[in-house]
């Protein structure tokens, strides 16, 4: 576990390290980026960079908490990678069921596999479920997502990298939408993210902007109309 400078969440736990590139968004993966720098700092959880590892040593970690917080599984990889075992899975979800003081945010952009295995997996409802989607190509994800039995279902426009005004936001609990950071980065323009804010509120979904972007993630800030939008579901989530 580590704090995370994620605006969303609080902490980050990464029983996974590792992905694999499958749609646009990952092109400038910052995952990858740092996983190169922490192989070369000799962290021996990185020393065959970004290959998909489970790391069983991980998963308890969460007995461990004792303040309630919010945390991000897996910012280096991808819970639901077709290289990570449903034993595995399954053995984090299990400690994940047992610590319901705190949410576990759970991101991925492979809903295929998700589709696959989520019915073998207890949803409670401090587990929240999110797809990736960083165009209307990929909107199809979503529709994985809603299929499961996940209480609270989020999607992440990040990076946005085109208008999506045409993916629904029905069954959708929540909203995050941000630019694209680092070398090589992507520009964000302002009408694709008023196209998602506005529908938000219409749908009154929590919506959550993270980014502009840019060379570094705080190079442009996060204001978008002269606010900060850091909505959360919170009639979802437990008492903090």
Same mark, same amino acid.
């Given at each position: ?6 605006e969303w ?7 996974? +390290? ?5 749609? !646009?968004? #990952?092109?400038? #993966?910052?995952?990858? $980026?740092?996983?190169? $720098?922490?192989k070369?700092?000799g ?5 065959? &960079?970004? +290959? ?6 991980r ?5 461990s908490?004792?303040?309630? $917080? ?20 399954k053995a984090?979800f ?11 945010q759970?991101? +991925?952009?492979?809903a295929? $596999? /998700?589709?696959q295995?989520?019915q ?37 426009f ?14 959708i609990?929540?909203v ?5 950071s680092? !070398?090589g980065a992507?520009?964000l ?11 938000c509120l219409?749908?009154k979904? !929590?919506?959550?902007?993270k980014?502009?972007? &840019? ?8 204001? /978008?109309?002269?606010? +900060? ?12």
């Open positions: 576990m580590s704090k995370s400078a994620i969440t609080d902490e980050t736990w990464n029983p996974v +390290t590792g992905c694999t590139k499958r749609s !646009p968004g #990952c092109k400038n #993966c910052y995952a990858e $980026r740092f996983a190169k $720098r922490l070369a700092m962290n021996e959880k990185y020393k065959d &960079g970004f +290959t998909v590892k489970m790391h069983w040593d998963i308890e970690e969460p007995l908490w004792r303040k309630p $917080r919010i945390v991000f599984v897996n910012s280096m990889g991808d819970l639901f990678h077709e290289e990570v075992s449903l034993p595995f899975i984090c299990e400690i994940m069921n047992e610590k319901r003081e705190h949410i576990f759970i991101l +991925t952009k492979n295929l $596999r /998700l589709s295995v989520h073998h997996l207890k949803w409670s409802e401090n587990i929240w479920l999110g797809v990736s989607i960083e165009n209307e190509d990929y909107c199809w994800r979503k529709d994985h997502l809603v299929k499961t039995e996940a209480k609270t279902k989020f999607i992440s990040e990076p946005l990298l085109e208008s999506v005004k045409n993916c629904s936001l029905q069954e609990d929540w995050i939408a941000g630019g694209e680092g !070398p992507r520009p323009k302002k009408q694709w993210l008023i196209e998602i804010r506005n529908k219409e749908k979904i !929590p919506f959550f902007f980014q502009w972007g &840019g060379p570094t993630s705080k190079a442009n800030g996060r204001e /978008l109309d002269g606010e +900060t939008w850091d909505q959360l579901p919170l009639s979802t989530m437990p008492s903090l």
